[in-house]
């Protein structure tokens, strides 16, 4: 069936043919038409049917050497290929210099070659790359935008790397407003991108943005952006800023036990895991005293005791001006019965308290008891304090051995004042016997 349908379209086309060139030769037989071309002195006549097959025929010999000469220059050997390759070979040979140049510091020469490759090279976005950190180290921020462009142009797609780039340069010359702002519009379409999240850390910290900064580090551990240790370092700066910040700000309080709004507010964002951290303890604690909150200062001290009871609080404990110091010798006697080892640092904060009752006997038990335990610098000049109050004076030069003993360049206090020979050596009175 197929077959049959085919001989007859077949048929039908011939006679379609036949018909038609029978109705050409007679058109052309009938009326044969003119055609005249005339230039200068010069012309051409002929009929109009064969100015029109010439036209066709100059029509298919002008297609076909199109096709050859495209087909010579296209070829492995062909003169297409020869000239693509010696604009590849120049511009590869001026891209190279421009490296080189940039590298060597020759920015000017760097600049000049990059750009004039740029157009032949196969990577156009390296050069142009390349060619605006020139332009920014000669402080051309104008034609660096521009190269930058011209990168985008080259690749589609590379608003990243692109702006990456310009952030970077950016932040090299001090520019961190608009580095920041770069940022953050890359951000919004890459939020996750570790390098982004990296120099976004590197900004806000230097800005001083601890808002900004405490948001991004969550981000950056999750992604792996930073190192662990960097990661917890720019948290503990950045908390220890905004404590301090917000014991500025704090404005004093009616009642010891009340927390200022400001110090609560920001106590409150810093992750429960950092909250017996000396750095943001220590700015917390003085925002209290400084607005008056000494109870709520001393009973945040007294919970890192229970929790922690290490040296630092202790030592914090035992000498700011945290309100009823009876209160604290009661606490402190409480916990040195739990205490079997490394009692020391209570046995300091116990004495200084006590010497600030007045009550030297029990100072001098537990600042002996605190030496004896944990021999520190610290004990030994509450101890000289302690003795020269006493009127002690070669326990107090005793004293004063020990502690340049524990630390030769120890900066004792000039409230110690050491005179043995102050008081006249008393005579033995005659027996009665």
């Given at each position: 069936?197929?077959?049959?349908?085919?001989?007859?379209?077949?048929?039908?086309?011939?006679?379609?043919?036949?018909?038609?060139?029978?109705?050409?030769?007679?058109?052309?037989?009938?009326?044969?038409?003119?055609?005249?071309?005339?230039?200068?002195?010069?012309?051409?006549?002929?009929?109009?049917?064969?100015?029109?097959?010439?036209?066709?025929?100059?029509?298919?010999?002008?297609?076909?050497?199109?096709?050859?000469?495209?087909?010579?220059?296209?070829?492995?050997?062909?003169?297409?290929?020869?000239?693509?390759?010696?604009?590849?070979?120049?511009?590869?040979?001026?891209?190279?210099?421009?490296?080189?140049?940039?590298?060597?510091?020759?920015?000017?020469?760097?600049?000049?070659?990059?750009?004039?490759?740029?157009?032949?090279?196969e990577l156009a976005f390296i050069?142009?790359?390349?060619?605006?950190?020139?332009?920014?180290?000669?402080?051309?921020?104008?034609?660096?935008?521009?190269?930058?462009?011209?990168?985008?142009?080259?690749?589609?797609?590379?608003?990243?790397?692109?702006?990456?780039?310009?952030?970077?340069?950016?932040?090299?010359?001090?520019?961190?407003?608009?580095?920041?702002?770069?940022?953050?519009?890359?951000?919004?379409?890459?939020?996750?991108?570790?390098?982004?999240?990296?120099?976004?850390?590197q900004v806000n910290q230097q800005l001083g943005r601890t808002d900004e900064l405490v948001k991004l580090l969550p981000l950056a551990r999750k992604t792996g952006a930073l190192p662990e240790t960097d990661i917890e370092a720019l948290e503990i700066q950045a908390f220890a800023?905004?404590?301090?910040?917000?014991?500025?700000?704090?404005?004093?309080?009616?009642?010891?036990?009340?927390?200022p709004l400001a110090l609560k507010i920001t106590w409150d964002t810093v992750p429960k895991r950092l909250r017996t951290h000396e750095r943001l303890v220590d700015p917390y604690i003085n925002g209290l005293i400084a607005a008056g909150a000494t109870d709520a200062a001393r009973t945040t001290l007294e919970g890192l005791i229970k929790k922690v009871p290490g040296q630092a609080w202790f030592d914090r404990y035992g000498s700011l001006e945290l309100?009823?110091?009876?209160?604290?010798?009661?606490?402190?006697?409480?916990?040195?019965?739990?205490?079997?080892?490394?009692?020391?640092?209570?046995?300091?904060?116990?004495?200084?308290?006590?010497?600030?009752?007045?009550d030297l006997t029990a100072a001098e038990s537990a600042l002996e008891a605190s030496a004896e335990a944990q021999p520190r610098p610290e004990t030994y000049e509450a101890l000289a304090n302690l003795y020269r109050d006493q009127g002690r004076h070669e326990m107090t030069a005793q004293a004063l051995t020990s502690l340049t003993h524990l630390v030769r360049d120890w900066p004792v206090s000039t409230a110690v004042v050491v005179k043995v020979d102050a008081e006249p050596a008393v005579e033995p009175e005659p027996s009665a016997v």
């Open positions: 069936m197929g077959a049959f349908i085919k001989v007859v379209l077949f048929l039908v086309l011939l006679a379609a043919c036949l018909l038609g060139g029978t109705w050409l030769g007679q058109l052309i037989q009938n009326d044969p038409g003119y055609v005249l071309l005339s230039y200068g002195t010069t012309s051409v006549e002929m009929s109009l049917w064969v100015g029109l097959a010439g036209l066709v025929v100059a029509m298919v010999l002008g297609y076909l050497a199109t096709r050859l000469v495209g087909y010579v220059l296209n070829s492995p050997g062909g003169l297409g290929r020869m000239w693509s390759r010696l604009r590849g070979r120049s511009a590869r040979g001026a891209t190279q210099k421009g490296f080189m140049e940039l590298r060597m510091g020759r920015y000017e020469a760097a600049l000049k070659h990059l750009t004039a490759a740029a157009p032949r090279s050069n142009y790359l390349s060619a605006a950190e020139a332009a920014n180290a000669l402080g051309r921020g104008e034609q660096r935008d521009a190269l930058l462009v011209k990168a985008l142009e080259a690749v589609p797609g590379s608003e990243l790397a692109v702006g990456l780039a310009e952030a970077r340069m950016q932040f090299d010359n001090g520019q961190l407003e608009a580095c920041a702002h770069t940022l953050s519009a890359l951000r919004r379409h890459k939020p996750k991108d570790p390098e982004l999240i990296t120099l976004s850390c800023d905004s404590l301090i910040q917000a014991g500025e700000d704090a404005e004093s309080v009616s009642k010891p036990s009340e927390v309100g009823d110091v009876a209160v604290r010798r009661q606490f402190l006697d409480k916990r040195l019965k739990g205490i079997t080892d490394g009692a020391g640092p209570a046995q300091l904060a116990l004495g200084r308290l006590a010497m600030a009752q007045g």
